[in-house]
């Protein structure tokens, strides 16, 4: 799988890049500019210098010479370190004052003042050439005047105005970057609100996420996610009504084949049919059991399409009722059913609608896989402010390795030849989970039968 | 007895028709909530059984056209739904009794025959159990036939229990039955009573068992384990 790069990283790059690049054109443009710039100054003295000497030369005789005191020459000459150097020809060519080592321009210009590049002493040089007629308007020629300056002189100075002027734009490109780096991590932060927000949701909740808090850019997003939720949401619920639905239009039919059964079963006297309608009913009954479980299952869940009942339960009273209920169901099969409470027993906030039915499924249970002859105690107490029911029995026990499995829907265990449906316990924790209680399964102190404890924690409300 | 059935299930409807028949109730048997509403205005009966979901005019809707009527015809709704708010709406609406399909048919006849013994205005007041009989106006007990002596305390414990035979009555509801005798009556003394109670009856076979916690069911003899 292909590392997608954060959101910061692509920001980053597609801003410093960019950045980058224009600033190293940024650098050979200014470089040019400042050489342009310190190339005229430069320039201007050096011109200027070849006027001084220009102004200082006299003619005697067809004799020409520089007529500066011979310090002011040498300070010329030392001048800027001693980098100028310079030269004075006479009409023919002939010596007058300065460096005699100074090479011949390539090409003479006629222009008064003219510049040009030459290498002498072994360095790069910059050269002006002035041009002073001996006598204007004589046609006696002119005095050439060279004045010689080294180039590094300049380029050193353009380097200077260049890091001037590009340092500051290096600290704004790094100021840039840096401020979209917090940026982008200040302005993900409600991002990461809302992957947490989503990373605690309950698989079952359902409801928008909250749009508000999120830029307006990701705003869509959570947009699409919310009607996404909405039409999940939307055909859960239909799921379950269809459920629900099927179920109920299963009933009346069923109850037709039940009543025919029966009254079949009232008038055959062979005993062969007998046995036959027997099993028809045994079949209709197990119909039956599933069809409610089903509807129980349909409504424990939530968005069921009904709304729940929350109120102030009095377990040990609902327990108590729910039980007497089961009292000849119980005393059918032989089956010796009691009840056990506190008075203080705590309260619970819940649906005791649901709260019953969960009962109701434990009981069924219980008296189901409980032998004629054994014992089942529903008690409803109070441990530490929270609310316990348990129901025991002394029936075969669940073995350890299937403890889980019991609360999956449609598992049975196996070899127990008892004609449930595998729902009854996944309503129990359903409507457990629902009342955020917690469900256990163990056996009694001496290994024997089973334990089911619903334990309601003290602050614990209806989901 | 005249008993309508109310039910748009022709399976459903010729299995209670045939099963109420045998126990010798005259029956009829319309299909849609229009016949039914026709007929209830027009001809008496003494007990409906009416399914809820009906075609032309809903369950309800005839219950309350029937209660407006002024009919006070016992109504035992039958139906599909058991949704509490359901359940407390029909009785609200004036039910007399719900049962929720699918159900067993020996059940939909106890609560039949119940229905109909409310509804006859001073009909019998002879609880039955097995071989127990009380008359509950000349407060007399009787075992196959003879007279057995009870105290007035034990007479009223006999007929809570008798009252809801093949139920659970709890300690509560027999101290409320005694009330009037003594002004306050303790648990002890309700097991004191059960006890001398169940000395007389239980040599007739009807026993009275105590269930765990929850109280006292009273049970005809022969009442085996499935």
């Keep these: ?463 | 007895m005249r008993i309508l059935i109310v039910e748009d299930d022709p399976v459903l409807a010729d299995g209670l028709t045939r099963s109420l028949r045998q126990t010798d109730f005259a029956v009829d048997c319309v299909s849609d909530g229009a016949q039914a509403d026709h007929v209830l205005a027009s001809q008496n009966y003494d007990l409906v059984i009416l399914d809820l979901g009906l075609p032309k005019i809903e369950g309800f809707e005839i219950l309350r056209r029937l209660r407006r009527r002024g009919s006070r015809v016992p109504v035992l709704i039958l139906t599909a739904r058991d949704v509490l708010e359901d359940r407390v709406k029909g009785l609200d609406l004036g039910a007399d009794d719900y049962l929720t399909k699918p159900f067993d048919l020996p059940e939909l006849e106890a609560r039949v025959r119940a229905l109909i013994r409310r509804g006859q205005s001073g009909g019998s007041s002879v609880l039955s159990c097995g071989p127990l009989t009380l008359d509950t106006s000349g407060r007399r007990a009787m075992l196959h036939g003879e007279p057995i002596e009870l105290s007035a305390r034990e007479l009223g414990v006999l007929e809570a229990l008798m009252m809801r035979s093949g139920r659970v009555v709890n300690k509560e509801q027999l101290a409320e039955q005694l009330y009037g005798w003594d002004e306050e009556v303790g648990a002890n003394a309700i097991e004191v009573y059960v006890h001398r109670l169940r000395k007389k009856v239980e040599p007739g076979g009807v026993s009275i068992r105590t269930i765990r916690g929850l109280g006292y069911l009273l049970e005809k003899p022969g009442h085996a384990p499935d």
Aim: glycine residues 6%; hydrophobic residues 40%; neutral net charge.
């Design chain 1, 1 to 463: 799988m292909r590392r997608t790069s954060t959101l910061r990283r692509q920001l980053i790059a597609w801003l410093s890049v960019p950045l980058v690049v224009l600033w190293s054109i940024n650098i050979l443009v200014n470089y040019d500019i400042a050489k342009q710039f310190v190339n005229l100054a430069y320039d201007r003295a050096l011109l200027e210098v070849a006027l001084d000497i220009g102004r200082n030369i006299k003619h005697v005789n067809n004799q020409s010479y520089v007529d500066l005191p011979e310090v002011a020459l040498q300070m010329l000459q030392s001048r800027q370190s001693g980098r100028l150097r310079y030269l004075v020809t006479g009409p023919g060519g002939e010596y007058i004052s300065g460096e005699p080592s100074f090479p011949a321009p390539e090409e003479t210009s006629e222009d008064r003042v003219s510049y040009y590049d030459d290498v002498f002493l072994g360095r790069d040089m910059r050269v002006v050439a002035l041009r002073v007629p001996v006598q204007p308007g004589s046609g006696r020629g002119a005095v050439l005047i060279r004045v010689a300056e080294r180039v590094t002189l300049r380029s050193d100075s353009a380097t200077a105005l260049l890091v001037r002027m590009v340092l500051p734009q290096a600290l704004l490109i790094f100021l840039a970057i840096f401020a979209v780096w917090y940026g982008v991590a200040r302005g993900l932060a409600p991002l990461t609100t809302l992957r947490r927000e989503i990373e605690q949701r309950s698989h079952r909740d359902l409801a928008p996420l909250t749009e508000s808090t999120v830029p307006r850019e990701v705003q869509p997003l959570i947009q699409a996610m919310n009607d996404l939720l909405a039409r999940l949401s939307a055909s859960i619920a239909a799921q379950r009504r269809f459920i629900g639905d099927a179920a109920h239009q299963l009933r009346t039919p069923i109850a037709g084949l039940k009543t025919q059964t029966e009254l079949a079963l009232r008038q055959t006297r062979t005993e062969e049919d007998r046995a036959t309608l027997k099993q028809m009913y045994t079949s209709t009954e197990q119909i039956t059991r599933l069809i409610n479980q089903l509807l129980s299952l349909a409504r424990a869940e939530p968005d069921a399409g009904r709304a729940s009942a929350t109120e102030r339960v009095d377990l040990g009273k609902l327990a108590r009722e729910t039980t007497t209920d089961w009292v000849p169901r119980a005393l059918a099969r032989n089956i010796d059913l009691g009840f056990e409470d506190q008075p203080s027993t705590a309260g619970v906030d819940g649906d005791p609608f649901l709260l019953r039915e969960m009962l109701n499924n434990l009981l069924d249970n219980a008296i189901r896989y409980t032998q004629p002859g054994g014992h089942i105690t529903v008690r409803a107490n109070s441990a530490d402010g929270d609310a316990v029911l348990t129901v025991e029995d002394d029936g075969p026990g669940v073995p350890e390795a299937e403890r889980e499995r019991v609360f999956e829907r449609f598992y049975r265990v196996l070899g127990t030849g008892t004609e449930g449906c595998g729902l009854g316990l996944a309503i129990v924790r359903e409507i457990a989970e629902r009342h955020q209680a917690i469900v256990s399964l163990f056996p009694k102190g001496d290994g024997t039968g089973t334990i089911v404890r619903i334990t309601f924690p003290r602050a614990a409300t209806i989901r």
